[in-house]
Antibody, heavy 118, light 111 residues
Framework: QVQLQESGPGLVKPSETLSLTCAVS?????????WGWIRQPPGKGLEWIGS???????YYNPSLKSRVTISVDTSKNQFSLKLSSVTAADTAVYYC???????????WGQGTLVTVSS | QSVLTQPPSVSAAPGQKVTISCSGS????????VSWYQQLPGTAPKLLIY???KRPSGIPDRFSGSKSGTSATLGITGLQTGDEADYYC????????????FGGGTKLTVL
């Protein structure tokens, strides 16, 4: 069974960098698929952040592209998200997920709430 | 403002059928696959439909998806109280601002 688990600080100060890691078990990232990050502000809808292939090729949301970096570590079977210069608008539940097909994410982590506040 | 447009809410009685629409453009739905998700309160989204009309293993055939032109539709038959949730459509947008996009979500109430 494929499982994903997000980890990282739950509180980040404004202007700092948000860093999250998604540990994958039950499937080797090196075997394929795209792996993505999606977020959901409290009480609002889903927003796609970006995705990465095991080779390292990435796609980012154009509205976040200048602040986002997604990387993969196949030796640890995990991938990571960095979002710089955060503001309160970046407060959200952050999910990592596997893309079965184009934008069809079949396995999701439980999500982690990240609050941006001083 | 979401790139994909969904009705904010729909409702129907148990046992009935409901459809949820997702409207886009030629740069997204018109030329890319559509996925549908169900999100129960406090949980991660769950994939119901991918590649317009395919169901992942374990998803009952009460859930169906279709696409026509620049719109897509999720259908749910034999409504159950457990179907009460938020539903999202998603696809890829191939415009100059390429990337994944989601609809704003539709709250399904089973009366």
């Amino acid at each position: 069974q494929v499982q994903l688990q997000e980890s990282g600080p739950g509180l980040v100060k404004p202007s700092e960098t948000l860093s999250l890691t998604c540990a994958v078990s039950g499937y080797s990232i090196s075997s394929g698929y795209y792996w993505g990050w999606i977020r959901q502000p409290p009480g609002k809808g889903l927003e796609w952040i970006g995705s990465i292939y095991h080779s390292g090729s990435t796609y980012y949301n154009p509205s976040l592209k200048s602040r986002v970096t997604i990387s993969v570590d196949t030796s640890k079977n995990q991938f990571s998200l960095k979002l710089s210069s955060v503001t309160a608008a970046d407060t959200a539940v952050y999910y990592c997920a596997r893309a079965l097909s184009s934008q069809g994410y079949d396995y999701w982590g439980q999500g982690t709430l990240v609050t941006v506040s001083s | 403002q979401s790139v994909l447009t969904q009705p904010p809410s729909v409702s129907a009685a148990p046992g009935q059928k409901v459809t949820i629409s997702c409207s886009g453009s030629s740069s997204n739905i018109g030329n890319n696959y559509v996925s549908w998700y169900q999100q129960l309160p406090g949980t991660a989204p769950k994939l119901l439909i991918y590649e317009n009309n395919k169901r992942p293993s374990g998803i009952p055939d009460r859930f169906s998806g279709s696409k026509s032109g620049t719109s897509a539709t999720l259908g749910i038959t034999g409504l159950q109280t457990g179907d009460e949730a938020d539903y999202y459509c998603g696809t890829w947008d191939s415009s100059l601002s390429a990337g994944g996009v989601f609809g704003g979500g539709t709250k399904l109430t089973v009366l």
